[in-house]
């Protein structure tokens, strides 16, 4: 009988020293997406993430912050804050939360002159994994928030409708650029299409 110590399989894959700074990051983030893939959004955690990268949960918001953070990581987002733009958004009376809505997503993704949207946006629709991850994700922090806000029976087919307002914006002032549109100031795409998407979000629909 040797003195040395005696791993089971499981925890001598997870023991060991871990490759420093940028390659844990590397490393974290493969862990990621294949736990976003297997158990969804809403299932994964930094927890789990951290067992499956087999790094100490620390690790995991020391790179990343939290879930929401390490999602877009996943997609291919750096720096964009999903409840921030919500936030912003949220922020101020419900009459006018189209306007703030539209304004606030074109502020994001114009500051690198869409240029995130049109890498980001193809690689995540070519992925059938990331693709089936996008509408849980978008329910749980930009939808979700919006639905509590209206406080309304039909609140989630208003959200849907929302978003289907503002992938028409993405699509066609980044992806496939429209003018004058694709040149319009972001205040002048919230004062265009805010109503529109106003008018979902507190507006009269027709019944379904």
């Known amino acids: 009988m040797s003195g040395g110590r005696a791993d089971d399989g499981a925890g001598s ?42 790094v100490d949960p620390g690790t995991v918001r020391h790179w990343f912050g939290g879930k ?7 997609l291919g987002l ?3 804050d999903p409840a921030a733009i919500v936030r912003a958004a949220a922020d101020g009376p419900v009459e006018s939360l189209g306007e703030r809505l539209v ?16 890498l980001v946006i193809p690689a995540v629709m070519s992925d059938p994994g990331l693709r089936a991850l996008l509408p849980q994700f978008l329910g749980a922090e930009l939808l979700g928030p919006i639905v509590a806000r ?30 004058p549109l694709a040149s319009e100031s972001p205040a002048g795409v919230a004062a265009l299409v805010g109503p529109s998407v106003q008018r979902y979000l507190t507006g009269d629909l027709p019944p379904a």
């Open 13 to 54: 894959a997870r023991r060991g020293r871990r490759p420093a700074g940028q390659d844990t990051r590397a490393v974290v983030l493969a862990g990621a997406r294949e736990e976003f893939r297997e158990r969804g959004y809403e299932a994964a955690s930094v927890r789990s993430v951290a067992r499956r990268a087999g």
């Open 68 to 74: 929401t953070q390490l999602f877009t990581a996943s």
């Open 78 to 80: 750096v720096d964009v």
């Open 103 to 118: 304004r606030a997503v074109v502020d994001v993704w114009d500051t690198d002159y869409g240029e995130t949207v049109r």
């Open 150 to 179: 209206l406080g309304v029976a039909d609140a989630r087919l208003r959200a849907s409708l929302v978003a289907s307002q503002m992938a028409g914006v993405l699509m066609t002032r980044y992806l496939v650029p429209i003018e």
